[in-house]
């Protein structure tokens, strides 16, 4: 069975430091990847997704970045992370052949102060 | 687009009640529908799904209604429990688009025991 894995579960950084979240997906190849992020008590907010190694499309211009270096990671980075970066961030996979339900790994909370 | 700036509508319910979540879709060419379950710290978990050549599904405890002509979509929860206690969000999927859906802004639901 497909499974997905994001770490760390929670993070607390200081405004201008470095950020690295990944994801992982087990047990399927070549699937579509997507990395959103939630505010407290907000909606879903779609930042990058990815159809291929290499292949990012990013949603909205942020401070944020995204990179695929294997078919199955998915990295979320930021050079210097600012305030308004805290957030609920969340990795998710649908399968290469069409299908449209996205599986959601269990998240990680950042906070940055 | 996304409604990830708005802040969750509420909607509490007592045990044993029927719940009814309603979610306004924006998209008339949308043709694909689904609804996730949130539950605090979590990530969203499916529920169900519906296409756009249906108007009514039905799982366990749970039916989805469609109603196209006024772009509306609801999920009933029959005998709510405490443990349906969570963000509800309904996701379209357009047919013009390949790999994303939009999400709605989600609903809060509180079972009171």
């Known amino acids: 069975s497909q499974t997905i894995h994001q770490w760390p579960a929670t993070l607390v950084q200081p405004v201008g430091s470095p950020l690295s979240l990944e994801c992982t997906v087990e047990?399927?190849?070549?699937?579509?990847l997507y990395w959103y992020r939630q505010a407290a008590g907000r909606g879903l907010q779609l930042l990058f997704y990815s159809v291929g190694i290499g292949q990012i499309s990013s949603e909205v211009p942020q401070n944020l970045s995204a990179s695929r270096p294997q078919d199955r990671q998915f990295i979320l980075s930021s050079k210097k992370l600012l305030l308004s970066d805290s957030g609920f961030y969340l990795c998710?996979?649908?399968?290469?052949?069409?299908?449209?339900?996205?599986?959601f790994g269990a998240g990680t909370r950042l906070s940055v102060l | 687009g996304e409604s990830v700036g708005l802040h969750l509508p509420t909607l509490s319910v007592q045990e044993g009640d029927n719940s009814i979540i309603n979610c306004a879709y924006s998209?008339?060419?949308?043709?694909?529908f689904i609804w996730y379950k949130q539950e605090s710290g979590k990530g969203p978990q499916f529920i169900i799904d519906i296409r756009s050549n249906m108007d009514k599904r039905q799982g366990q405890r749970v039916t989805v209604l469609l109603n196209k002509t006024v772009k509306h979509l609801s999920l009933q929860i029959a005998a709510t429990q405490p443990g349906d206690s969570a963000v509800y969000f309904c996701a379209e999927k357009p047919e013009t688009s390949y790999d994303k859906v939009i999400f709605g802004p989600g609903t809060s639901l509180s079972v009171i025991p």
């Open positions: 998209n008339s060419a949308s043709d694909y």
């Open positions: 998710a996979w649908t399968p290469v052949w069409g299908g449209d339900i996205q599986y």
């Open positions: 047990g399927t190849s070549n699937p579509n």
